[in-house]
């Protein structure tokens, strides 16, 4: 029997039909991996309860941690791996959308503070996110669809106000301006969104970059610290 035979309905499941196997990976590593995922299904069906809304299957690795579940929606076919936590406290909760993945040990805050509470977080379809990436969404996050991130990246919005040299830099409070990011965006391994920040359509974030609170113009390429638009795609 052949690989994608093998992992075929796995596949199918999570909306990779179209993808061809190497021939060079191990029948053991597919038949693993669709053991795994098989684990991961059965997992989500039975822990599965508690949600807010839950469009369809979703899977689930080990180590899942999920708070106030009655404020977590999720869409179709969507991916835990392993060590995902969310704590989903806030006013609008937390929106996966379908198929979209959150790569292991994958953390996600939406208040963090108990005296004001937080606004929450919002993924499209078909986003996925790579192993340790954080999203602090005290502020509110707006991700798209079709998102691709890599790993460690990290959204906080949520900042501290500095201004008054009299008064202890903890003591000024915070501002809460959200970040806004498009659809289909590439984010490199650890780039870093700071509140405020609305990134267009389109756009190409370079790794290690910090992108500031400010709007960034649709299909622009970003890198830096701090980030500066290096120049617009499809333009020589």
Known sequence: MDRKTVLGPVLKFIGKSSLEIDEDIPASYVVRTCLEQGIALVRGVLTG???????????LGSRVRLRCRSRIFLGSRVRMQSGVYIDALSSNGVRI?????????????????????GKGLSIGADSTFGAGCYFGAAGGIQIGDEVMAGQYVRFHAENHITDDLDV?????????????????????????????????????????????????????????????????????
């Open 49 to 59: 309860i508690g949600f807010a809304e839950k469009t369809g299957f979703c899977l």
């Open 97 to 117: 959308g379908d198929r979209s993945l959150l790569g292991r040990d994958t953390r996600i805050e939406c208040t963090g503070s108990l005296a004001h509470i």
């Open 168 to 236: 202890p830099i903890r003591s000024q409070g915070v501002t809460h301006k959200g970040i806004t990011v498009g659809n289909n965006v590439w984010i490199g391994a650890g780039v870093v969104f700071l509140d405020g920040a609305v990134v267009g359509d389109g756009c190409v974030i370079a790794a290690d970059a910090v992108v500031t609170g400010k709007e960034w113009p649709p299909n622009s390429v970003i890198g830096g610290v701090p980030a500066r638009v290096i120049k617009s795609r499809g333009k020589k």
